[in-house]
């Protein structure tokens, strides 16, 4: 009887674990500079895929811009400011940090801005972006459908592992 009442008890823990919590929504203003970055971020992936250095370099700066944009509405969020500031700060440091670098520091550097910049469209009720990973390099980094038409093209390592990444969501 005590194992029925535990595996019917650990049964309702795991349904309540995988129900998806709903998304956060923001001040509508803040929500267009925050869908402002999420674009940023996918024109980013882009230059990363295409491997064209001197478009990287012109999206990081606009990604770096359109961060700062946020930031400056970040008030607007109250309860969720403390962690939304904590994310934008990550992200504008990493991307700081890739301009600064070259190769697996420069790739790393990519691999952690992308993984803050997801946390964004997860938690936030924003434009929809498709969100992958790829266990070869275990990079996370949000797309938009139409280019690739739902193909993941990893931004990370384009080389080594052009389209290894699977949907999350």
Request: glycine share 2%; aromatic share 4%; charged share 25%.
């Amino acid at each position: 009887m005590k194992r029925i009442i535990c595996v019917l008890f650990l049964l309702s823990c795991t349904v309540h674990a995988v129900a998806r919590r709903p998304k956060i929504k923001l001040a509508e203003v803040l929500s267009v500079e925050l869908n402002r970055v999420l674009a940023a971020t996918d024109e980013l992936h882009t230059a990363c895929v295409e491997k064209d250095e001197n478009k990287i370099v012109v999206k990081t700066k606009g990604l770096l811009q359109a961060i700062d944009k946020a930031q400056a509405k970040i008030n607007l969020a109250k309860q969720q400011k403390p962690h939304l500031e904590r994310i934008l700060n990550a992200a504008e440091a990493h991307l700081e940090l890739t301009q600064l670098s070259e190769g697996d520091q420069r790739r790393q550097n990519l691999k952690d801005a992308f993984a803050q910049l997801v946390q964004v469209a997860q938690v936030f009720s924003l434009d929809k972006y498709l969100i992958y990973f790829c266990p070869k390099d275990r990079a996370v980094w949000l797309q938009k459908n139409s280019r690739s038409k739902g193909k993941a093209s990893n931004p990370v390592s384009p080389t080594k592992h052009p389209s290894c990444g699977r949907l999350v969501r």
